[in-house]
T-cell receptor, first 113, second 115 residues
Framework: AQTVTQSQPEMSVQEAETVTLSCTYDTSESDYYLFWYKQPPSRQMILVIRQEAYKQQNATENRFSVNFQKAAKSFSLKISDSQLGDAAMYFCAYRSGGQNFVFGPGTRLSVLP | DTGVSQDPRHKITKRGQNVTFRCDPISEHNRLYWYRQTLGQGPEFLTYFQNEAQLEKSRLLSDRFSAERPKGSFSTLEIQRTEQGDSAMYLC?????????????FGNGTRLTVT
């Protein structure tokens, strides 16, 4: 079964600085999709960024970018110019074909003013 | 796009009682998912539907749990004979079928507390 690991339960970053959240996954599939979701306190989970495994170019969405290393099965999220509103739980998720999404345990990000 | 709606937002029940939650997905989405999330953990898959067909159910899901999506629109999740270990946030999400990279759109969840 596929598994997703986030080895950093908590992270903190100074406002305007850059932070990287780690994610690794285990799969025998060659074609799959990876996602980062953000869950602010007491609010719904929203998509931050997604990556298709067959694409070598790393995805970027404004201040959010990923470092996708397929051979290492690593999918880290970089947040640049951190803002107070970035404080949230961040979940890495994996999906292959028509299967359901598998989520990691999450990383709680604090942004310090 | 009115988003995914879940009802109720909070439910407190006594152990042994039955509870039912409702989820209304985004109207054009034919895939609907139920997840359970405990405090400080990631969402754990329970089941998912494509239209009215329940295509997958987690092996971790007890027989006390049942889900339906009778007309391929809204879905209900029922928990019978609730136990304290059922206390969690129950998340519903929907997605279109067009592409496997289509993300999940989540609702606000139903927080269940079993006393």
């Amino acid at each position: 079964a596929q598994t997703v690991t986030q080895s950093q339960p908590e992270m903190s970053v100074q406002e305007a600085e850059t932070v990287t959240l780690s994610c690794t996954y285990d799969t025998s599939e060659s074609d799959y999709y990876l996602f980062w979701y953000k869950q602010p306190p007491s609010r719904q989970m929203i998509l931050v960024i997604r990556q298709e495994a067959y694409k070598q170019q790393n995805a970027t969405e404004n201040r959010f970018s990923v470092n996708f290393q397929k051979a290492a099965k690593s999918f880290s999220l970089k947040i640049s110019d951190s803002q107070l509103g970035d404080a949230a739980m961040y979940f890495c998720a994996y999906r292959s074909g028509g299967q359901n999404f598998v989520f990691g345990p999450g990383t709680r990000l604090s942004v310090l003013p | 796009d009115t988003g995914v709606s879940q009802d109720p937002r909070h439910k407190i029940t006594k152990r042994g009682q039955n509870v039912t939650f409702r989820c209304d997905p985004i109207s054009e989405h034919n895939r609907l998912y139920w997840y359970r999330q405990t405090l400080g953990q990631g969402p754990e898959f329970l089941t998912y539907f494509q239209n009215e067909a329940q295509l997958e159910k987690s092996r971790l899901l007890s027989d006390r749990f049942s889900a339906e999506r009778p007309k391929g629109s809204f879905s209900t999740l029922e928990i019978q004979r609730t136990e304290q270990g059922d206390s969690a946030m129950y998340l519903c999400a929907s997605s279109p079928q067009q592409s496997y990279n289509s993300p999940l759109h989540f609702g606000n969840g139903t927080r269940l507390t079993v006393t």
